[in-house]
């Protein structure tokens, strides 16, 4: 890795960016010109992407295992970082897990624990260490995108912990754009609707609906996501999308129940 390049461009971190949207949108944000730095559970996975990111972008990707759940984990992931790096311009909290689709007396302790610790405590965490270093590098501030999906708003049948978890980071998201101004930080959120990715797979043969029908559901590219995030995380510090839907046009939300 060349550290001159490092420090010349402006430094990524997305967390879940090893597959899916995650990928999608460090793909774009490479592909913009951005040094980008995935985080996940599987360093080998990890790998693998970085290498197909950069043989398609030509950009420099860094793969760095963390778990975004764990407070021990992520700082060692922003160790890596600020030593690597020595800033960061942009967090996008994409890292996220969904529940078992059972009614909600059935959902287990261990499972809410599991979703909240990836969906909000992971977010939380890595923000605070963003915060911690935005605020020192020079020159200070950078932007925070957090990905709340349309659940962040709407739920679907059978998803307490998923929707709950993802309603928190709207105020997480406001939260964090209000603190962050003093130091030139700002927060946005984007919330998708029916990316395709292994999460969304199931679309396919059909979910359940709130009328309690099974449907099939159209899904978008997650390369219009990454269209949008680059797009956000383009925008001078002073100014800053706070909220952004991106979806499958012919989804079942607007209306949904």
Same mark, same amino acid.
């Given at each position: 890795?060349?550290?001159?390049?490092?420090?010349?461009?402006?430094?990524?971190?997305?967390?879940?960016?090893?597959?899916?949207?995650?990928?999608?949108?460090?793909?774009?944000?490479? %592909? =913009?010109?951005?040094? #980008?730095?995935?985080?996940?559970? $599987?360093?080998?996975? /990890?790998?693998?992407?970085? @290498?197909? +990111? *950069?043989?398609?972008?030509?950009?420099?990707?860094?793969?760095?295992?963390?778990?975004?759940?764990?407070?021990?984990?992520? %700082? =060692?992931?922003?160790? #890596?970082?600020?030593?690597?790096? $020595?800033?960061?311009? /942009?967090?996008?909290?994409? @890292?996220? +897990? *969904?529940?078992?689709?059972?009614?909600?007396?059935?959902?287990?302790?261990?499972?809410?624990?599991?979703?909240?610790?990836?969906?909000?405590?992971?977010?939380?965490?890595?923000?605070?260490?963003?915060?911690?270093?935005?605020?020192?590098?020079?020159?200070?501030?950078?932007?925070?995108?957090?990905?709340?999906?349309?659940?962040?708003?709407?739920?679907?049948?059978?998803?307490?912990?998923?929707?709950?978890?993802?309603?928190?980071?709207?105020?997480?998201?406001?939260?964090?754009?209000?603190?962050?101004?003093?130091?030139?930080?700002?927060?946005?959120?984007?919330?998708?609707?029916?990316?395709?990715?292994?999460?969304?797979?199931?679309?396919?043969?059909?979910?359940?609906?709130?009328?309690?029908?099974?449907?099939?559901?159209?899904?978008?590219?997650?390369?219009?996501?990454?269209?949008?995030?680059?797009?956000?995380?383009?925008?001078?510090?002073?100014?800053?999308?706070?909220?952004?839907?991106?979806?499958?046009?012919?989804?079942?939300?607007?209306?949904?129940?």
């Amino acid at each position: 890795m060349n550290e001159a390049r490092e420090t010349a461009a402006r430094i990524a971190l997305v967390t879940g960016g090893g597959t899916g949207v995650g990928k999608a949108v460090a793909t774009g944000l490479s %592909r =913009a010109g951005w040094y #980008v730095v995935l985080s996940g559970r $599987r360093q080998s996975v /990890l790998d693998e992407a970085a @290498a197909a +990111i *950069s043989a398609e972008t030509g950009g420099d990707v860094l793969g760095v295992a963390a778990d975004v759940g764990d407070p021990a984990s992520v %700082r =060692a992931l922003f160790r #890596v970082i600020e030593d690597r790096c $020595r800033r960061l311009d /942009l967090l996008v909290n994409n @890292a996220g +897990i *969904s529940n078992s689709a059972v009614p909600l007396e059935e959902i287990s302790y261990a499972e809410w624990s599991a979703v909240v610790a990836a969906n909000l405590t992971g977010a939380f965490l890595c923000t605070q260490e963003a915060f911690r270093l935005m605020k020192k590098q020079t020159p200070h501030g950078g932007r925070i995108v957090n990905n709340g999906s349309i659940s962040a708003t709407t739920p679907r049948p059978f998803s307490a912990p998923y929707t709950a978890t993802k309603h928190a980071i709207t105020g997480l998201t406001k939260s964090t754009a209000l603190d962050g101004r003093p130091f030139d930080i700002a927060c946005g959120q984007i919330d998708i609707g029916n990316a395709a990715s292994d999460m969304t797979a199931k679309m396919e043969k059909g979910v359940p609906q709130a009328n309690g029908e099974t449907a099939i559901e159209p899904t978008i590219d997650p390369a219009h996501v990454a269209d949008a995030v680059v797009y956000m995380a383009s925008l001078p510090l002073d100014a800053n999308v706070l909220s952004l839907t991106v979806m499958a046009t012919k989804m079942p939300f607007v209306g949904r129940g």
